[in-house]
Nanobody
Framework: QVQLVESGGGLVQPGVSLRLSCAAS????????IGWFRQAPGQDREGVSC????????YYKDSVKGRFTISRDNGKNTVYLQMNSLKPEDTAVYYC???????????????????WGQGTQVTVSS
């Protein structure tokens, strides 16, 4: 059974950094694409970043390019989302997601068929 566990969220001031973690059990993260979504109150869940399997090509939503970095530690079976220069508009619950039938990023498929973690709250406020 696919199980993903996010951690690392918190309440921070604008301009500060956070690193989110997505840890997996029962399967190797490196063999599948992993995505990060976020959902702010009253808004739809949106895809933020993803990393494909293998070599691990990456994708970033325009609003986070240059500030967020996704990476994978195969030894720890964990995917990270390093978030720098955080802004109030980054406030949301952040989720990681995967689908053991795909190895490349596919936000549309993940919305319907993805296996999701429980989410971690990120609040950016002064």
């Amino acid at each position: 059974q696919v199980q993903l566990v996010e951690s690392g969220g918190g309440l921070v001031q604008p301009g500060v950094s956070l690193r989110l973690s997505c840890a997996a059990s029962a399967f190797k993260l490196a063999d599948y694409a992993i995505g990060w979504f976020r959902q702010a109150p009253g808004q739809d869940r949106e895809g933020v970043s993803c990393i494909a399997s293998g070599v691990g090509s990456t994708y970033y939503k325009d609003s986070v390019k240059g500030r967020f970095t996704i990476s994978r530690d195969n030894g720890k079976n964990t995917v990270y989302l390093q978030m720098n220069s955080l802004k109030p508009e980054d406030t949301a619950v952040y989720y990681c997601v995967t689908d053991l039938n795909v190895r490349s990023c596919d936000f549309g498929r993940w919305r319907v068929f993805g296996s999701w973690g429980q989410g971690t709250q990120v609040t950016v406020s002064s």
